[in-house]
């Protein structure tokens, strides 16, 4: 996989507008301050031209962080709420990065953490992706980043969700009895803890197994055996839906095809 391939916004073209627009003391503190024209901010999300969105504005039918805004030359931020029509949007083109992520990286946006995935897929696109679900900075394997909030809420939705597998080590083999809880399901502290699925793994010790949840995170995981009295070796994600780690080298990224997408949208 072509890890330098950049996708998304061309970044030279932000710093030629600026050249030309510099002469207007206007435009310079806009552009040093990061905002931009909702007018701008609203034709860049694909809805509509700006002297259509000018219109839309006029008329009351974008919010601003909760307010309704019907300033015409109004200037906003790339971390405001914008909503058309009571729908948030996004000036962003749309990014899908699938990344194989190896042992020693925490799953978080935040800074001062050390390694985390967002170093891993820094030059993947100019877009703010960011993480769907977490994996523990020991833990490999699959994980979806995007700016897409249609697909993230469709991972974190608790009624539907996004089934992950999990091929997990543990310090001991699993016995039956303790498979066939995990497989029924059991309450613990008033919760029912549940799986999509749990195998052992064909050619392999009874250490090893398959298990699929529709969590986001891997606390489910880490909870069912710690209940049980196991400890977990090794956890890697191998799947998410359809998606696999195929072609995909550990600290490797790739963008999602359309027909991955497609299918990923309909599960």
């Not at 969700?161 to 066939?180: A, Q, S």
């Amino acid at each position: 996989m072509n890890q330098k391939r950049k996708e998304g916004f061309n970044k030279q073209k932000p710093k030629q507008k600026q050249q030309k627009k510099s002469t207007t003391n206007k435009t310079s503190k806009s552009n040093t301050t990061g905002e931009i024209r909702l007018n701008k901010y609203i034709a860049n999300s694909g809805i509509c031209s700006r002297r259509d969105a000018d219109m839309h504005i006029s008329i009351g039918s974008v919010t601003v962080n909760g307010k309704v805004v019907v300033e015409m030359g109004y200037k906003v931020k790339l971390d405001d709420v914008v909503r058309f029509d009571g729908q948030k949007i996004n000036p962003e083109k749309k990014a899908y990065v699938l990344l194989n992520k190896p042992k020693g990286f925490a799953t978080t946006t935040s800074e001062g953490k050390g390694r985390t995935v967002m170093d891993l897929v820094a030059n993947a696109t100019s877009s703010r992706i960011k993480p769907i679900g977490r994996l523990g900075r020991n833990s490999t394997g699959l994980i979806l980043f995007t700016n897409d909030d249609d697909v993230t809420n469709k991972f974190t939705n608790s009624k539907t969700g996004v089934p992950r597998l999990f091929h997990i080590e543990l310090d001991k083999n699993l016995v039956f009895e303790d498979f066939k809880t995990i497989s029924e399901g059991f309450k613990l502290r008033g919760k029912t803890i549940t799986v999509e699925e749990i195998s052992y793994i064909d050619g392999a010790p009874k250490n090893q197994i398959g298990l699929r949840i529709k969590n986001t995170g891997n606390t489910l995981i880490r909870t069912i055996f710690d209940h049980l009295k196991y400890e977990i070796v090794k956890l890697d994600c191998v799947m998410i839906g359809h998606l696999t780690k195929k072609d995909i080298p550990r600290g490797h990224w790739k963008h999602l095809t359309d027909i991955e997408l497609t299918n990923l949208k309909m599960l």
